[in-house]
């Protein structure tokens, strides 16, 4: 990923002090060493099939020839302890694991993965060296976006009053609010919500599946996030691609508290 922010950044040759970063030792998200196998879907897994982030490509489908209602039973991810999603999951646990799967290996950082541990020091540096806020990784993921994903609130509001742009989305449609709101949370989440809307951020925008910042906060759980998303005039009446509302995808997965705060 470093290589590639680098490449995109493009410019003169950076300073002696860019060419030396600490190195990674171990995985941000699930914590394993170098030469380790992540937790399996953890965020930082490569897919051995497509190359790109496991827990968010779609080779699953094509690998497993998955039917239409297998497929369905896969996006709607609710219970994978249970047949028939379980089956499913040990056919693409056994298919990765024949294939090969992707090691974790130390690394040099970069802004996003400073950003979403907050490390302020690490972002100034970065800051200092002149990298851009607006370059992402391979699917247009930022420093900004790692920031909100990581509730890191202070990182948050350094990047935005350096020129981050809250409306900025990825490959998929994602703003920086839909990922402050990709996993489940506590108050520090929802400030971060606050401070997305209050820097321009579209409340109410969907991604390329229709899902809203205020879907994502119900599907994980987010109840604090949820209320701030409501407070400031999220729609939950809103459907995603497949007629779901906020509240549908609340109760689907369980999460009975934003059920009824959506109700």
């Known amino acids: 990923m470093f290589s590639a922010f680098k490449k995109l950044i493009g410019g003169s040759k950076p300073p002696a002090s860019q060419n030396v970063r600490p190195i990674i030792q171990t995985c941000g998200d699930c914590g394993v060493r170098s030469g380790e196998f992540h937790d399996l879907f953890c965020t930082k897994e490569r897919c051995p099939f497509c190359g790109g982030q496991l827990a968010s490509c779609e080779c699953i489908g094509s690998v497993l020839k998955l039917t239409d209602e297998e497929q369905q039973l896969v996006d709607e991810y609710i219970d994978d302890s249970i047949p028939p999603l379980s089956d499913i999951m040990h056919r693409w646990r056994e298919s990765l694991k024949a294939k090969g799967r992707v090691p974790f290996e130390a690394h040099p ?13 690490a972002i100034r540096t970065f800051l200092d060296n002149g990298f851009d806020l607006g370059v992402g990784n391979e699917i247009g993921y930022t420093a900004l976006m790692g920031a909100a994903r990581g509730a890191s609130i202070d990182v948050l509001r350094l990047l935005l009053s350096c020129g981050g742009h809250a409306t900025q989305t990825d490959k998929h449609g994602r703003s920086a609010l839909h990922w402050a709101v990709a996993q489940s949370g506590d108050s520090s989440q929802a400030a971060c919500v606050h401070v997305l809307i209050d820097a321009g951020a579209d409340i109410n925008a969907g991604d390329e599946g229709g899902i809203t910042p205020l879907m994502n906060a119900a ?9 701030e998303l409501l407070q400031r005039g999220a729609d939950p009446q809103l459907r995603d691609n497949k007629g779901r509302t906020a509240k549908d995808l609340a109760s689907e997965r369980g ?9």
């Open 109 to 121: 950082d970069d802004p996003i993965r400073a950003a979403y541990r907050g490390d302020m020091e």
């Open 255 to 263: 999460h009975s508290d934003v059920a009824a705060l959506l109700a």
């Open 219 to 227: 599907c994980f759980g987010c109840a604090d996030a949820v209320r």
